[in-house]
T-cell receptor, first 115, second 113 residues
């Protein structure tokens, strides 16, 4: 079964709304989680690395003030897309390794549609 | 940082034929190379992976080869079936704790019967 739970699976909202996506590790503790974004017919692009108890590390070109990441516990990381606009519409997916240097487990992803 | 190149972007084969997808990576420190299959709207599914201390790994109809010197690795699918049709991604990762997978751009495989 899935070891990473991601919610919600689908969000449709108006431009200017902030949207929070949750990523939970089930049955294991994740000191690190990764957030990816995938536009249609494109690859998974790493947005940021979420670190429990410390600031996230963002990839070049990703606005940290727009994509707020909180990793307050060993089982939960959240990504908040602030003041979302149509260009933020995408498939957002989180992942975490169960143990360092082991395969990453992916959540089911969140399809975000901004009208 | 790591950069992964993947080819071809699309691949069409007849059922029963073999399919080969190739990837190259840039960071010699990378030591873990998984392959994922992704169906539309779903999360990537790990189908096979290989570590840098191994040159080849096989799982039924799927095999992966790794050439560390040349920094490239390949996915081989034999006796393809229509249900193999999907998007396939290669990825690479270093061995440091907290290192993320970096993905190739993907290959859309179409298997016609």
């Amino acid at each position: 079964g899935a070891v990473v739970s991601q919610h919600p699976s689908w969000v449709i909202c108006k431009s200017g709304t902030s949207v929070k996506i949750e990523c939970r590790s089930l049955d294991f503790q994740a000191t690190t989680m990764f957030w990816y974004r995938q536009f249609p017919k494109q690859s998974l692009m790493l947005m940021a690395t979420s670190n429990e108890g410390s600031k996230a590390t963002y990839e070049q070109g990703v606005e940290k003030d727009k994509f707020l990441i909180n990793h307050a516990s060993l089982t939960l990381s959240t990504l908040t897309v602030t003041s979302a606009h149509p260009e933020d519409s995408s498939f957002y997916i989180c992942s975490a390794p169960t143990v360092s240097n082991q395969p990453q487990h992916f959540g089911d992803g969140t399809r975000l549609s901004i009208l | 940082g790591e950069n992964v190149e993947q080819h071809p972007s699309t691949l069409s084969v007849q059922e029963g034929d073999s399919a080969v997808i190739k990837c190259t990576y840039s960071d010699s420190a990378s030591n873990y190379f998984p392959w994922y299959k992704q169906e539309l709207g779903k999360r990537p599914q790990l189908i096979i992976d290989i570590r840098s201390n191994v040159g080849e790994k096989k799982d039924q109809r799927i095999a992966v080869t790794l050439n560390k010197t040349a920094k490239h690795f390949s996915l081989h699918i034999t006796e393809t079936q229509p249900e193999d049709s999907a998007v396939y991604f290669c990825a690479a990762r270093g061995n440091q704790a907290g290192t993320a997978l970096i993905f190739g751009k993907g290959t859309t495989l179409s298997v016609s019967s």
